[in-house]
């Protein structure tokens, strides 16, 4: 079936460093691909998606590119802030199926 | 606002008494699901349902109910909860699954502890 690896966390980082958070995934098919985002005492919330290969989703600062080859989604900012700590969730949705999560990635930055 | 409530927030409970945790959306979504959230386990689906009336299994459905009689409204029942219930409970609620693809939207989430 679909499934969504994603590196084990937690990842503690310093502000201004770079962020990598790695997914990939496991599809019988051309899925759509998300992050989503968990913050501190919050649900999720959307972070980017892309719908096909070599699409680039970003927002906040944050850029995945969705590569076919690689079967990869990896979530990268160039400069983390103490407000991106959060857990950060891998995503699939292909066909008529309900989404499939990574288990998530705790990132906590310090000033 | 656009919005997916959950109630309630917070609950803790006993092992064996009923309990229904609500969750209502106002954007007129087909789609509503119920997640699990645990500790090294990432988010696991409990129910879903793709319209009024309809309704599925996910992943963890046992010890769970839900009903969808309306579109708006989407309550996970539990009927005789025990302490591997304990959790963290989302809603959530989306366009529907396939086409745009749509984006979910998640309720705040309820803790639920069971002793």
């Known amino acids: 079936g679909n499934s969504v690896t994603q590196m084990e966390g937690p990842v503690t980082l310093s502000e201004e460093a770079f962020l990598t958070i790695n997914c990939t995934y496991t599809a019988t098919g051309y899925p759509s691909l998300f992050w989503y985002v968990q913050y501190p005492g919050e649900g999720l919330q959307l972070l980017l998606k892309?719908?096909?290969?070599?699409d680039k989703g970003s927002n906040k600062g944050f850029e995945a590119t969705y590569r076919k080859e690689t079967t990869s989604f990896h979530l990268e900012k160039g400069s983390v802030q103490v407000s991106d700590s959060a857990v950060y969730f891998c995503a699939l949705l292909w066909g008529n199926t309900p989404l499939v999560f990574g288990k998530g990635t705790r990132l906590s930055v310090i000033a | 606002e656009a919005q997916v409530t959950q109630n309630p927030r917070y609950l803790i409970t006993v092992t064996g008494k009923k309990l229904t945790v609500t969750c209502s959306q106002n954007?007129?979504?087909?789609?509503m699901s119920w997640y699990r959230q645990d500790p090294g386990l990432g988010l696991r689906q409990i129910y879903y349902?793709?319209?009024?009336?309809?309704?599925d299994k996910g992943d963890v459905p046992e010890g769970y109910k839900v009903s969808r009689k309306e579109k708006r409204n989407f309550p996970l029942i539990l009927e005789s909860p025990s302490p591997n219930q304990t959790s963290l409970y989302f809603c959530?609620?989306?366009?529907?699954?396939?086409?745009?693809?749509?984006?979910?939207?998640f309720g705040p989430g309820t803790r639920l502890t069971v002793t």
């Open positions: 892309a719908t096909k290969a070599d």
């Open positions: 349902s793709m319209n009024v009336e309809v309704t």
């Open positions: 959530a609620s989306s366009l529907g699954l396939s086409g745009a693809p749509y984006e979910q939207y």
């Open positions: 954007m007129n979504h087909e789609y």
